[in-house]
């Protein structure tokens, strides 16, 4: 690949992490350069871009972000025989058939968690199994099938 094209390959994964291999080839194509998917990869490889599975985090408002550095904030100093006595509680979700569709981001090593390689992720679509569980110092508590939706009540 020239030097042009590869600049213009790596801007576009800079604007658009999650643009695939073939969508850059049309894209090069556009502008008149053939090249195959293979040396889009290994150009990209070579300047430390990797096509990798983006981490996935719950997708948290503004609200839940403040309460969350809050209660940090107010348990800083809190004695670990404090901790000993609290037990953490949380749901997941399964899915019950296939799973997920793969995508992939291009990015550089390290930068797993900058905003732009997550994929937030929302809990509770229809089709899954919800499990909830608890830990405490001591040990993992049981695990839970919620039949329905989590709420006050349930919990």
Not at 14 to 32: G, H, I, M, Y
Not at 98 to 118: L, M
Request: proline share 5%; hydrophobic share 35%.
């Amino acid at each position: 690949m020239t030097p042009r094209a590869q600049r213009r390959v790596s801007n576009e994964v800079k604007k658009n992490p999650r643009v695939t291999a073939k969508d850059l080839k049309k894209s090069l194509e556009l502008a008149n350069i053939s090249v195959q998917e293979s040396t889009i990869c290994k150009t990209l490889n070579n300047k430390g871009v990797h096509d990798r599975t983006p981490r996935r985090k719950p997708l948290l408002s503004n609200k839940n972000i403040a309460e969350c550095l809050n209660f940090v904030k107010e348990h800083l100093d809190t004695p670990q025989q404090y901790w000993e006595n609290v037990l953490w509680s949380d749901e997941t979700k399964i899915e019950l058939f296939g799973r997920n569709k793969q995508n992939f981001i291009w990015r550089k090593k390290g930068t797993a968690y900058q905003h732009q390689n997550i994929i937030p992720t929302v809990k509770y679509v229809e089709g899954n199994i919800r499990i909830w569980a608890c830990f405490a110092a001591s040990g993992p508590g049981h695990l839970a099938i919620i039949e329905w939706k989590m709420n006050s009540q349930v919990y």
